[in-house]
């Protein structure tokens, strides 16, 4: 009696189609919709740059203002320090505005209906695990190399192989001789700690922007004419947060990376 009322649709693939290939690089649609993302930023902060600097700000810049004063005062919150928090902004804002973006252009209405070749040339990065993977990847990988430009070498790799530690512990006695051990044995689980990062920071990044999906054709397949607006409005509540939560944990693990006197000294 209500089939007026459900829209049916097939459920999301957990890997995206494969639109084209070029040479044995295949492009996936994750992937077109990525650099279309990443083209559209970096064509707005040009105009920005070009046109909405002034002295006496317009609309425009009012907008951005408020964009970069939000980022900065969200930033402040985790580092206690303004002038860390511009220095970390291009990374966590960038991050911001791009999962940001990722996650909410798949409430766009029919934008994975548009086809090629029969297959559809459009989807959410987000819901990709590769895109998520890579960013939380990279993102381990910048905050390693700030954590040995903040200690040095072998300060660095101190923190993970503390032999040093042992051979002066048994020297004083054999009780802090045991105790630097299990400090030893902490050092060692702190790598798999950092592998642990990125599994975590993609999986939960990928599976509540896949979960969404999901939930939407649901939905949809139940009453499509009575529960859009509030999914879609919840859907746009849902992306920022994501967005959010991932830029805080990475500004987070970055301040952790770092020497305790190099944070002070950002205050």
């Known amino acids: 009696m209500l089939n007026f009322l459900q829209v049916k649709s097939d459920l999301p693939a957990i890997s995206p189609e494969v639109v084209f290939s070029v040479g044995d690089f295949p492009v996936s649609s994750s992937v077109?919709?990525?650099?279309?993302?990443?083209?559209?930023?970096?064509?707005?902060?040009?105009?920005?740059?070009?046109?909405?600097?002034?002295?006496?700000?317009?609309?425009?810049?009012?907008?951005?203002?408020?964009?970069?004063?939000?980022?900065?005062?969200?930033?402040?919150?985790?580092?206690?320090?303004?002038?860390?928090?511009e220095k970390m902004l291009p990374l966590i804002g960038s991050l911001f505005i791009f999962i940001g973006i990722s996650n909410l252009i798949e409430l766009i209405p029919g934008l994975g209906s548009i086809t090629f070749g029969g297959k559809a040339i459009f989807r959410a990065p987000t819901s990709d695990f590769n895109?998520?993977?890579?960013?939380?990847?990279?993102?381990?990988?910048?905050?390693?190399?700030?954590?040995?430009?903040?200690?040095?070498?072998?300060?660095?790799?101190?923190?993970?192989?503390?032999?040093?530690?042992?051979?002066t512990g048994f020297r004083k006695n054999t009780g802090e001789g045991m105790m630097s051990i299990i400090n030893f044995l902490i050092g060692l689980m702190d790598i798999i700690s950092e592998v642990a990062k990125v599994i975590s920071l993609s999986f939960r990044l990928f599976g509540n922007i896949y979960a969404g999906q999901v939930m939407?054709?649901?939905?949809?397949?139940?009453?499509?004419?009575?529960?859009?607006?509030?999914?879609?409005?919840?859907?746009?509540?849902?992306?920022?947060v994501q967005a959010i939560v991932f830029g805080s944990l990475i500004a987070a693990y970055y301040m952790i990376a770092l020497k305790p006197q190099e944070e002070s000294e950002g205050k």
């Not at 993102?139 to 503390?162: C, D, E, R």
């Open 32 to 85: 077109l919709l990525g650099f279309a993302i990443l083209m559209a930023i970096a064509v707005f902060c040009f105009v920005c740059v070009k046109k909405y600097f002034s002295i006496k700000p317009g609309s425009g810049q009012t907008f951005v203002e408020i964009l970069y004063e939000g980022m900065i005062d969200m930033i402040t919150q985790i580092t206690a320090s303004r002038s860390m928090s």
């Open 216 to 240: 939407a054709v649901i939905i949809m397949s139940a009453l499509a004419y009575a529960l859009p607006a509030v999914w879609s409005s919840l859907g746009i509540l849902f992306g920022v």
């Open 131 to 167: 895109t998520t993977f890579a960013l939380a990847f990279a993102m381990i990988l910048v905050i390693q190399a700030a954590s040995i430009k903040s200690w040095g070498l072998f300060g660095y790799f101190g923190k993970y192989f503390q032999f040093k530690e042992i051979f």
